[in-house]
């Protein structure tokens, strides 16, 4: 099962996708901010990482740059998670090497979709 690191500030937000998540059947972790997100990270490195932009501590932004100086890290899928929606903020977040870029509130299929875009494809048996 492929494991989803969410990295959000609001609890409600941040255990209510957990929530989803683990029952559309992934493993669903969790950090209240980016400090805390990279600790996950390197005990249990994810399969995606779904990262607010705007938080205390450690913003998107910062841990998105941080990963992308690690080789091992670097290669994680990472989506943009936030409530900005303005095009330079989507733009800003892109050509930072985000994969992916999801408002809130979502639905869950485009959540879903989303996360799907950035696993690696399975071999049809």
């Known amino acids: 099962m492929p494991r989803i690191l969410i990295i959000e500030d609001n609890n409600t937000i941040r255990e209510n996708t957990a929530e989803l998540l683990e029952l559309e059947g992934y493993i669903a972790l969790t950090a209240s901010n980016g400090k805390k997100g990279l600790e996950v990270i390197k005990l249990h490195p994810p399969d995606v990482i779904l990262c607010d932009l705007r938080m205390p501590e450690m913003d998107g932004f910062a841990v ?39 408002t809130k509130p979502f639905d869950l299929p485009d959540l879903l979709n989303a996360i799907e875009k950035c696993l690696p494809k399975k071999d049809p048996l």
């Open 64 to 102: 998105l740059g941080y990963l992308g100086k690690h080789r091992d890290l670097k290669r994680i899928p990472f989506i943009f998670f936030t409530a900005k929606t303005e095009k330079s903020e989507v733009k800003i977040g892109m050509d930072a090497g985000a994969d992916g870029y999801l």
